[in-house]
């Protein structure tokens, strides 16, 4: 079984580590400079896609799948943007079992003031530390990977995805 792994060269171990960690460091740099402002990432990602969806409203399924992150999380961030009032939950017309969530006024306000302070941060901590060749090398490497994980038979949360 061990015979047959492809190990990771110096230099691909090199790059995945630099990966790893240069991801981690760039995740909690966003967060800590959205929750200056009073929302984290994962609030300000959610918040969002809905002000860019039509009608600023998706349902909740549809939402996690946009941002990656399983439907009891999407839940529990909903709820609390629900409580500051930024968003509201409504059952969906063509499916009562479905909820949709959308964007309330005060929700539109907030991303738009949060929206300023997270394309900075985007820009300080990735796209100015970047040349622009490296930044477009960037996108089209994570599409690589997006688009090779989507057609993976075994990716994770397809009902066919053996162990």
Do not use: N
Request: hydrophobic share 40%; net charge negative.
């Amino acid at each position: 079984m061990v015979d047959d792994v492809r190990w990771l060269s110096v230099e691909e171990q090199w790059s995945w580590r630099a990966y790893l960690r240069a991801t981690r460091e760039l995740d909690a740099a966003l967060d800590r400079d959205l929750q200056c402002s009073g929302v984290s990432l994962p609030e300000y990602e959610l918040l969002s896609m809905l002000s860019e969806a039509d009608g600023s409203r998706l349902r909740m399924s549809t939402l996690a799948e946009l941002i990656v992150q399983s439907r009891s999380r999407v839940t529990h961030t909903a709820a609390r943007l629900e409580q500051r009032g930024w968003v509201r939950r409504t059952p969906a017309p063509d499916d009562r079992r479905g909820v949709v969530l959308e964007l309330t006024d005060e929700g539109r306000a907030a991303i738009e003031r949060f929206a300023v302070v997270h394309v900075r941060s985007v820009r300080r901590h990735l796209v100015d530390v970047l040349s622009p060749t490296q930044f477009h090398a960037l996108g089209e490497a994570m599409q690589a990977v997006r688009v090779a994980y989507a057609a993976d038979p075994t990716t994770p949360d397809r009902p066919a995805a053996p162990c």
